[in-house]
Nanobody, 114 residues
Framework: VQLVESGGGLVQSGGSLRLSCAASGFTFSSYVMNWYRQAPGKERELVAGITSGGGSTNYADSVKGRFTISRDNAKRTVYLQMNSLKPEDTAVYYC????????WGQGTQVTVSS
């Protein structure tokens, strides 16, 4: 089983990034997919989630209206489009898959400069 995140980097405040998470080794289309983040000295928090078929999404209040989660089951990939980024969005972003098992990726760093 692998979840491989990509797309992180350094961006200025107000900028955008698109994170991707490519999955392999399990039945991707059966799993709810989530994006979490963890900033230095803080607990990991749920940023966004999407149901297995993509019909329902949920977001942390702090990112509503700025971030969009989506998935392509044919490509076994989940995305997180992040717009209007703020310095407080700086964190390591992780994707996770949950159904009968819980899987985690290794994370990708997002740094937003002011």
């Amino acid at each position: 089983v692998q979840l491989v995140e990509s797309g992180g980097g350094l961006v200025q405040s107000g900028g955008s990034l698109r994170l991707s998470c490519a999955a392999s080794g399990f039945t991707f289309s059966s799993y709810v997919m989530n994006w979490y983040r963890q900033a230095p000295g803080k607990e990991r928090e749920l940023v966004a989630g999407i149901t297995s078929g993509g019909g329902s999404t949920n977001y942390a209040d702090s990112v509503k209206g700025r971030f969009t989660i989506s998935r392509d089951n044919a490509k076994r990939t989940v995305y997180l489009q992040m717009n209007s980024l703020k310095p407080e969005d700086t964190a390591v972003y992780y994707c996770s898959a949950v159904y009968d098992r819980w899987y985690w990726g290794q994370g990708t760093q997002v740094t937003v400069s002011s």
